[in-house]
């Protein structure tokens, strides 16, 4: 079991970037597929990105494909998420949930693990 914490969060311009990182204690990181997930107000929780145990295999939701960058450093224990060209509609909490089962998936539901998640807002 991992525990997870993100952070890199904040009040950004439009156009602008933030990096995001989620990094886990406890054992195995790399035994676990990662992903971004992220909940505006009033919405459901929506997949954002997804990255294999080795990092080889990604995919992203289409609204951020050419704009988001996730990758993962298994030696640090930690999951990043770049962020460039940043609009309003980015704005939400920003949450990394880890699947043990590392089926690369875009469901919620394979992710048992979630961290507390990280606020962006983005101004327009």
């Known amino acids: 079991q991992v525990q997870l914490v993100e952070s890199g969060g904040g009040l950004v311009q439009t156009g602008g970037s933030l990096r995001l990182s989620c990094t886990a204690s406890g054992r195995n990181f790399w035994l676990y597929s990662m992903a971004w997930f992220r909940q505006a107000p009033g919405k459901e929780r929506e997949f954002v990105a997804v990255?294999?145990?080795?990092?080889?295999?990604?995919d992203y939701r289409e609204s951020v494909k050419g704009r988001f960058t996730i990758s993962r450093d298994n030696a640090k224990n930690t999951m990043y998420l770049q962020m460039n060209s940043l609009t309003p509609e980015d704005t939400a909490v920003y949450y990394c949930?880890?699947?043990?089962?590392?089926?690369?998936?875009?469901?919620?539901?394979?992710?048992?693990?979630w961290g507390q998640g990280t606020q962006v807002t983005v101004s327009s």
């Open positions: 949930g880890a699947d043990p089962s590392a089926s690369n998936s875009a469901s919620s539901y394979n992710y048992e693990t």
């Open positions: 990255i294999s145990q080795g990092g080889s295999i990604t």
